[in-house]
């Protein structure tokens, strides 16, 4: 039998459940502020007032599904403004490639939404059960009473802020001081969507955590391609740290190989092992490896945000000499500044400048007053007893206004031709009068004849105000017989 050699090794990891500790210092003083910042914005954003006027919504950020509205404080997008959002969208993502380009995994580590409600998560594990070295000494004991009610006392309060979180997802969607007074009131489509959020955090936050970072997200996996030699990252300084060693040991590098920046990590990496997929640049290990170096009485710096080029530059500088003071001045002085003008920035400030400015532009241009035109087609064109020929037209008036008001609508560039919209007054001239309401949709037929067979030609609709100046306009094609 021929030798077929040994079994194609497992990819199949088991679960390793990750105990991080409580740090303090800088960094982590950051994300907390960010954590606090953003939770209150989403938390809070749906119970922001503005007044609109009577008759339409005043929560200032509210999607609207029943009316098919987006209100954002003084702007109001209907549905044919989609454009606006894919905007949005694109200045994003850009926005994204570019925090990206300068400060590696920033989002990831600080704003990401799956690190904001884990790290808020941990701080409740952290406040029920105790810091890593209580949590594991209780996981790994027989079961007791004390480890049953501190973890239910837990998962009723991950599914509390999960109930919260999901609520105030909906609240977006619906008007919140209605939905919080008369939650029963609540649609089916609302409860569903409350329950999928709830769901989704409590599981997510709770549960998952580091493996929707290195298994379920694609960011991590591409967002290389927007790294470079001068991208700020977080970075063990090997060329400080090694050889490892004792404290008191002759000729060993600064890291004591304590392992505080793998006790503190969220995603249980050694960050001395280099960039890692599982790093998401959170800098909690700068903290941890600050307070051990503060302890020695070493310099603080171990591990922080550092370029690429900085790091090779060091580690060349400091090749020859031994540890200690000397090199370590050596490996400091080869560092340059932080270059955030680079042609790769700069095409990203390019396109968020472009985007941006067509945006706003595109607001501030935005026409208040629509004016659609179909035609009917079937048939295309009815021939009359007289020999004329007509084409009906279904009209669609769209007043993005409060006010409203009657519009006269004229054919321009269209001699010969008569227009009658059925079902509406006409002003002294004979002219159609269409009426329609504030921040509303009006219908109209239009028919549009001519007193002989003509052949196809365009026609142009156009919406004139009291006073005749031109509003809005649409463009169609009068069909006749072919010759």
């Known amino acids: 039998?021929?030798?077929?050699?040994?079994?194609?090794?497992?990819?199949?990891?088991?679960?390793?459940?990750?105990?991080?500790?409580?740090?303090?210092?800088?960094?982590?003083?950051?994300?907390?502020?960010?954590?606090?910042?953003?939770?209150?914005?989403?938390?809070?954003?749906?119970?922001?007032?503005?007044?609109?006027?009577?008759?339409?919504?005043?929560?200032?950020?509210?999607?609207?599904?029943?009316?098919?509205?987006?209100?954002?404080?003084?702007?109001?997008?209907?549905?044919?403004?989609?454009?606006?959002?894919?905007?949005?969208?694109?200045?994003?993502?850009?926005?994204?490639?570019?925090?990206?380009?300068?400060?590696?995994?920033?989002?990831?580590?600080?704003?990401?939404?799956?690190?904001?409600?884990?790290?808020?998560?941990?701080?409740?594990?952290?406040?029920?059960?105790?810091?890593?070295?209580?949590?594991?000494?209780?996981?790994?004991?027989?079961?007791?009473?004390?480890?049953?009610?501190?973890?239910?006392?837990?998962?009723a309060a991950w599914l509390g802020i999960a109930a919260v979180t999901g609520g105030a997802w909906v609240m977006y969607f619906q008007d919140a001081p209605t939905l919080v007074r008369d939650p029963l009131g609540a649609s089916m489509e609302t409860w569903f969507f409350f329950a999928l959020f709830t769901a989704t955090t409590y599981v997510l936050a709770g549960f998952a955590r580091e493996q929707v970072c290195t298994y379920m997200c694609p960011w991590p996996r591409f967002q290389g391609a927007m790294l470079d030699q001068d991208s700020l990252v977080v970075t063990y300084r090997d060329w400080r740290g090694e050889p490892r060693g004792k404290p008191k040991d002759a000729g060993s590098g600064d890291c004591v190989d304590c392992s505080a920046c793998v006790q503190v990590c969220p995603t249980g990496v050694d960050i001395r092992e280099g960039q890692q997929l599982g790093c998401i640049g959170c800098g909690l290990c700068i903290d941890a490896c600050d307070d051990v170096m503060r302890k020695l009485h070493r310099p603080q710096g171990l591990i922080g945000f550092e370029t690429l080029a900085n790091l090779a530059a060091s580690t060349a500088a400091a090749a020859e000499l031994e540890p200690g003071p000397a090199r370590h001045a050596a490996g400091m002085a080869a560092r340059r500044p932080l270059r955030l003008l680079r042609p790769r920035t700069l095409m990203y400030a390019g396109v968020l400048s472009v985007v941006a400015i067509t945006m706003l532009g595109a607001l501030m241009l935005r026409e208040t007053l629509s004016l659609t035109v179909l035609p009917e087609r079937a048939p295309p064109f009815v021939r009359l007893s007289d020999g004329g020929i007509r084409n009906a037209y279904l009209l669609k008036l769209a007043d993005k206004s409060r006010e409203g008001g009657r519009y006269t609508l004229v054919l321009e560039e269209a001699p010969g031709l008569r227009l009658l919209v059925q079902d509406v007054a006409t002003d002294a001239a004979g002219r159609p009068l269409l009426p329609v309401q504030g921040d509303g949709v009006a219908s109209f037929r239009a028919l549009v004849t001519a007193p002989r067979a003509i052949e196809r030609q365009p026609i142009r609709f156009r919406l004139l105000d009291v006073a005749g100046r031109p509003l809005a306009a649409a463009e169609s094609i009068f069909l006749g017989p072919q010759p």
């Open 1 to 155: 039998m021929p030798d077929i050699g040994p079994p194609p090794a497992s990819l199949y990891a088991a679960h390793r459940k990750i105990y991080p500790r409580a740090v303090q210092g800088r960094v982590r003083r950051a994300k907390w502020a960010v954590l606090g910042i953003l939770l209150g914005l989403y938390y809070l954003v749906p119970w922001l007032r503005w007044d609109r006027g009577p008759g339409v919504p005043d929560q200032a950020v509210l999607v609207d599904m029943q009316h098919a509205r987006l209100f954002f404080f003084w702007i109001e997008l209907w549905p044919q403004e989609v454009y606006f959002l894919t905007g949005l969208l694109i200045l994003a993502a850009i926005g994204l490639f570019a925090a990206t380009s300068l400060f590696g995994r920033v989002w990831c580590g600080f704003a990401c939404p799956q690190t904001v409600w884990t790290d808020l998560f941990m701080w409740v594990e952290r406040r029920i059960e105790g810091d890593r070295n209580a949590r594991m000494k209780r996981d790994a004991g027989p079961p007791s009473r004390d480890r049953t009610l501190r973890r239910l006392a837990k998962h």
